[in-house]
């Protein structure tokens, strides 16, 4: 069985636009996507979101909720991905600036604009599904999200805390 990989996203929204980038895609086409990629060896989810999209807009980015979580199993390429997609802000005076050489461009654009695309331009129809539930104004609280990198240690806390509960 292939692996899956477990990537993560962000919706940047200023002025009633949102932020992608513009990168060449495995297949060498060119694609638009919003700053995503995948997650790292003992990185959390935030963790993994804030540092995707420093490379690839330069912009500092600070999770605001988790907009959702999507299991495309199997994507057109033929892999399974699960995506945890965020919401969160940047600061109104930076203007970003790819530092990974993958992204050809970050580009600012409407909803509109977003859905005139061609299919094709996009990376994966998780581009417009997260832009769907964004407008939808879905939003589930980081706090739902746990991460640990130390199983013994994830584990001695948990009994301490169900220990005074029994």
């Not at 200023?14 to 997650?39: C, M, T, W, Y």
């Not at 399974?80 to 005076?93: M, Q």
């Not at 604009?113 to 599904?129: G, H, K, M, T, Y």
Request: charged fraction near 20%; aromatic fraction near 6%.
């Amino acid at each position: 069985m292939d692996s899956i990989h477990v990537t993560v996203a962000a919706i940047i929204r200023r002025n009633d636009q949102f932020l992608l980038v513009k990168e060449k895609a495995s297949s060498g086409q060119i694609v638009f996507n919003q700053p995503a990629g995948h997650v790292e060896l003992n990185e959390s989810l935030t963790d993994a979101v804030v540092r995707e999209v420093a490379e690839e807009t330069g912009l500092t980015y600070t999770p605001t909720a988790l907009l959702g979580t999507y299991l495309l199993s199997p994507a057109a390429n033929g892999k399974t991905y699960l995506r945890f997609c965020f919401v969160g802000d940047v600061p109104d005076e930076q203007q970003p600036s790819p530092q990974d050489s993958d992204i050809l461009d970050n580009c600012w654009m409407s909803v509109k604009e977003i859905a005139l695309l061609p299919r094709e331009e996009l990376r994966s129809a998780l581009v417009l599904q997260c832009l769907c539930d964004y407008q939808e104004g879905k939003r589930i609280p980081l706090e739902s999200l746990m991460f640990s990198s130390n199983e013994v240690a994830l584990g001695e806390n948990c009994f301490k805390l169900l220990s005074k509960i029994i």
